[in-house]
C-alpha cells in the first residue's frame, strides 16, 4: 500500500510540473492523490492510466477516485464544476484564454452520477490538453 501512495504521488508530481505549479501546489495535489487513492482503493496500473490518458475499462472506483481528487481540489462540489475556481486554478498556468475554450466544451458535461460525472469531465479537460 505505500508503494501505491508513493507512486500516486509521483505521479501527481508529474502532472503539477507539466502545469508548472508552485512548490505548494504540487505538495497539496500529491496529498490529495494520496488520500484519494487510499479511499477509493485503485491500483497503480489505474491510476497510471488514468493519467496517462487511457481511459478504457476505467470501473466505477477509478471514477470516485477523480471525484475524490477533483473535490479535494476544489474545482468540484456534489458534481457541479465550479468554473471560476477552475479558472483561478488553472488560468494562469494554462494561460485564461486556453482554459476558457476549454471550460466552453467541457464544464456542461454530465454523467450519470458525482463519480461519472467527475471522470468524463476530467476525460474532457485532458482531451482537450488542460490536466485538471
Known amino acids: 500500500m505505500k508503494f501505491l ?3 500516486v504521488a509521483c505521479v501527481a508530481l508529474v502532472a503539477a510540473e507539466e502545469l508548472k505549479l508552485s512548490d505548494e501546489q ?4 500529491r496529498e490529495n492523490a494520496a488520500a484519494c487513492i487510499a479511499q477509493e482503493g485503485i ?3 489505474q491510476a497510471q492510466a488514468l493519467r496517462g490518458g487511457s481511459f478504457d475499462g476505467v470501473d466505477a472506483k477509478v471514477k470516485c477516485f477523480a471525484n475524490c481528487f477533483l473535490e479535494k481540489s476544489g474545482l468540484l462540489v456534489d ?3 465550479k468554473p471560476e475556481v477552475v479558472l483561478e486554478k488553472l488560468g494562469p498556468v494554462a494561460g485564461v484564454d486556453k482554459v476558457k475554450a476549454i471550460q466552453a466544451k467541457c464544464d456542461s458535461v454530465k454523467g450519470a452520477d458525482k463519480c461519472d460525472t467527475a471522470f468524463q469531465l476530467y476525460q474532457c479537460y485532458h ?3 488542460a490536466q485538471l
Open 5 to 7: 501512495i508513493v507512486l
Open 43 to 45: 491500483t497503480k496500473e
Open 26 to 29: 504540487k505538495a497539496k495535489a
Open 79 to 81: 458534481g457541479q464544476i
Open 127 to 129: 482531451k482537450n490538453n
